[in-house]
């Protein structure tokens, strides 16, 4: 119930590509659903994050799709720079869980120049 | 720039020491904040919640004993590594949430190595 399933584990594109990477929950108690984006050594940093009442949500490059009939939610990376290789984490929370994070396992993305 | 800020970034000490890392709320009153364990390409494991003024949530398998955590004011919660061994080398982060906020901000991470 608490898992958050997320794929591909590792993605590599070209430059200007469209990298997707996906995520499945199972607890329908989650409300919020933020996308982190981790550089090597450093902590994550919140990319971005949707409600379940949106189907998707844009920032700048990045957007997130979101099917709540299917429990899913993606994250695309429009025109990705040789900047964004990094790895990214879909997380998941509820209300009265003091925000409390279910990650996803986490996609290394490289792209390349 | 950052609004939770961690401390030290890096550490490096013997097998057998204690060390203390901290975590900071630098603009917001942080009652609860939770700490991770992150090992190399993996996913942050979260090891216990912080709660100011009362004692931490500890995550199962995660040991009381070993991992001490203090929350003694809404802005700071430091996490002691007591007796450190060379297994519990790995990188530490931290995070809070501001108050009715949904999001979480992240500190910067610490790396312990213990020799």
């Known amino acids: 119930q608490q898992q958050v399933k997320q794929s591909p584990q590792s993605l590599i594109v070209q430059k200007g590509g469209i990298p997707i990477i996906n995520c499945a929950y199972e607890?329908?108690?989650?409300?919020?659903f933020p996308w982190y984006q981790q550089f090597p050594g450093k902590g994550p940093a919140l990319l971005i994050a949707?409600?379940?009442?949106?189907s998707e949500k844009k920032e700048g490059r990045f957007t997130i799709s979101f099917n709540k009939s299917a429990k899913q939610f993606s994250l695309h990376i429009m025109d990705s720079q040789p900047g964004d290789s990094a790895t990214y984490f879909c997380?998941?929370?509820?209300?009265?869980?003091?925000?409390?994070?279910?990650f996803g396992s986490g996609t290394q993305l490289t792209v390349l120049p | 720039g950052a609004v939770v800020s961690q401390h030290p970034s890096r550490v490096i000490c013997k097998s057998g020491t204690s060390v203390k890392i901290e975590c900071r709320s630098l603009?917001?009153?942080?009652?609860?904040m939770f700490w991770y364990r992150q090992f190399p390409k993996q996913s942050l494991m979260l090891m216990a919640t912080?709660?100011?003024?009362?004692?931490?949530?500890?995550e199962q398998g995660v040991e009381k004993d070993k991992f001490l955590i203090n929350h003694a004011s809404l802005t700071l919660s430091t996490l002691t590594v007591t007796s450190a061994h060379p297994e519990d080398s790995s990188f530490y982060i931290c995070?809070?949430?501001?108050?009715?906020?949904?999001?979480?901000?992240f500190g910067a991470g610490t790396r312990l190595s213990v020799l």
């Open positions: 995070s809070a949430p501001p108050p009715e906020k949904n999001i979480q901000y």
């Open positions: 607890n329908t108690a989650f409300d919020y």
């Open positions: 949707i409600r379940p009442d949106v």
């Open positions: 997380a998941a929370t509820r209300a009265g869980s003091a925000r409390q994070l279910t």
């Open positions: 603009d917001f009153q942080a009652t609860t």
């Open positions: 912080s709660n100011e003024g009362s004692k931490a949530t500890y």
